[in-house]
C-alpha cells in the first residue's frame, strides 16, 4: 500500500525558507511522476512542482526561481526547497505520486503539511 508523509511545514517571515520532506512507502510500481500541490483556504489545489520520470520539471510560474523540487529514489523521498517565501505562498502542501498500476496512472496523496507565511 502506498504511503505518503510530509513533513517540514511551520510558520515562516516573508522571504524566509522552508524545506519539505515526503517519504514514500510502498512504491512497488513504476513511478511516472511525483510532485508537490498546494491548496490554500477558498481556492482549489494547484501544482507547484513536478519531477517526471526521464522527463522534464515542471514549476508554476509563481514559484520559478524560489522553489526547487528534488527527488532521491533511493531512499524513496522528495523535497521541496522553497526559499524567498511570500505571504501568498501560504497553504497546504501535498506530496503526490502517479504511478503506472495495472496499465493506468493512479494518483496517491500525503495528508499535508501547513506552510503559514506571516511577520
Known amino acids: 500500500q502506498v504511503r505518503l508523509v510530509e513533513s517540514g511545514g511551520g510558520l515562516v517571515q516573508p522571504g524566509g525558507s522552508l524545506r519539505l520532506s515526503c517519504a514514500a512507502a510502498?512504491?512497488?510500481?513504476?513511478?511516472?511522476?511525483m510532485g508537490w500541490y498546494r491548496q490554500a483556504p477558498g481556492k482549489q489545489r494547484e501544482l507547484v512542482a513536478r519531477?517526471?520520470?526521464?522527463?522534464?520539471?515542471d514549476y508554476a510560474d509563481s514559484v520559478k526561481g524560489r522553489f526547487t523540487i528534488s527527488r532521491d529514489d533511493a531512499k524513496n523521498m522528495m523535497y521541496l526547497q522553497m526559499n524567498r517565501l511570500e505571504p501568498e505562498d501560504t497553504a497546504v502542501y501535498y506530496c503526490?505520486?502517479?504511478?503506472?498500476?495495472?496499465?493506468?496512472?493512479?494518483?496517491?496523496w500525503g495528508q499535508g503539511t501547513q506552510v503559514i507565511v506571516s511577520s
Open positions: 503526490n505520486v502517479a504511478l503506472w498500476v495495472q496499465g493506468s496512472i493512479r494518483d496517491y
Open positions: 519531477i517526471i520520470t526521464g522527463g522534464p520539471t
Open positions: 510502498g512504491m512497488t510500481f513504476s513511478i511516472n511522476d
